[in-house]
């Protein structure tokens, strides 16, 4: 870990082997500790934790965005755009919400933006913006 701040994030999800299977395999995270009730993942340097919660997790609704229905709760990360088409290729056979698409072309904050749930029906979003001094250009 570096002097800068990494972000702890833990989700709710109803099975550990398929939560294994797709943060693993699939987004091709490496595994930390685990119990049988949590997994910790390395998220591009974040801790990210998969927590063993009985049902299935409800979405709170749905935001329009740029025409889109955007999944409210979400996360994800801000990837360069080289790990963002490398991540969207890993994801064949993923049903996007939102296919990858470049957002706000030709104008400050471009940026390339995906949504896709995991097995538990969590919503995440991964991005990358064309220049990353623009994350929050105006």
């Given at each position: 870990?570096?002097?800068?701040?990494?972000?702890?994030?833990?989700?709710?999800?109803?099975?550990?082997g398929?939560?294994?299977?797709?943060?693993?395999?699939?987004?091709?995270?490496?595994?930390?500790?685990?119990?049988?009730?949590?997994?910790?993942?390395?998220?591009?340097?974040?801790?990210?934790?998969?927590?063993?919660?009985?049902g299935?997790?409800?979405?709170?609704?749905?935001?329009?965005?740029?025409?889109?229905?955007?999944?409210?709760?979400?996360?994800?990360?801000?990837?360069?755009v080289?790990?963002f088409?490398?991540?969207?290729?890993?994801?064949?056979?993923?049903?996007?919400?939102?296919?990858?698409?470049?957002?706000?072309?030709?104008?400050?904050?471009?940026?390339?933006?995906?949504?896709?749930?995991?097995?538990?029906?969590?919503?995440?979003?991964?991005?990358?913006?064309?220049?990353g001094?623009?994350?929050?250009?105006?």
């Open positions: 870990m570096t002097d800068r701040p990494a972000v702890h994030l833990a989700v709710p999800v109803d099975d550990l398929a939560a294994r299977t797709f943060y693993g395999q699939v987004l091709g995270l490496a595994e930390g500790r685990s119990s049988d009730h949590w997994i910790d993942w390395d998220l591009y340097g974040h801790q990210f934790v998969t927590h063993l919660v009985p299935p997790v409800t979405p709170a609704g749905l935001s329009e965005v740029d025409g889109h229905e955007v999944p409210i709760p979400h996360y994800g990360l801000l990837l360069s080289e790990a088409h490398e991540l969207a290729a890993r994801l064949t056979g993923t049903p996007f919400l939102i296919e990858p698409y470049l957002r706000f072309p030709d104008r400050p904050g471009a940026q390339w933006t995906m949504f896709f749930r995991d097995p538990a029906g969590n919503a995440l979003e991964f991005k990358a913006f064309l220049d001094t623009q994350v929050f250009t105006r």
